[in-house]
């Protein structure tokens, strides 16, 4: 799989298997997955972890906003 400006992933992956929150990749744009690097999947179900990573990407949080 080739990312932005041309990066590979088995390159980006050679080292070391990194993502955030385990669905995303930096430098390659509109790439999700489901049981990416460091996920729980073997302890637990996949329709809870889908549950929890869409939660963690699209619920507001309030450390998010400033409170003035």
Request: charge should be negative.
């Amino acid at each position: 799989m080739t990312g932005r400006d041309g990066k590979r992933l088995d390159a980006t992956w050679e080292e070391a298997q990194e993502a955030y929150l385990t669905v995303t990749i930096p430098d390659f744009p509109n790439w999700f997955m489901i049981g990416g690097p460091n996920s729980p999947v073997g302890n637990f179900s996949w329709p809870w972890t889908f549950d929890k990573f869409r939660a963690d990407m699209t619920e507001p949080k309030l450390e998010d906003y400033e409170i003035a």
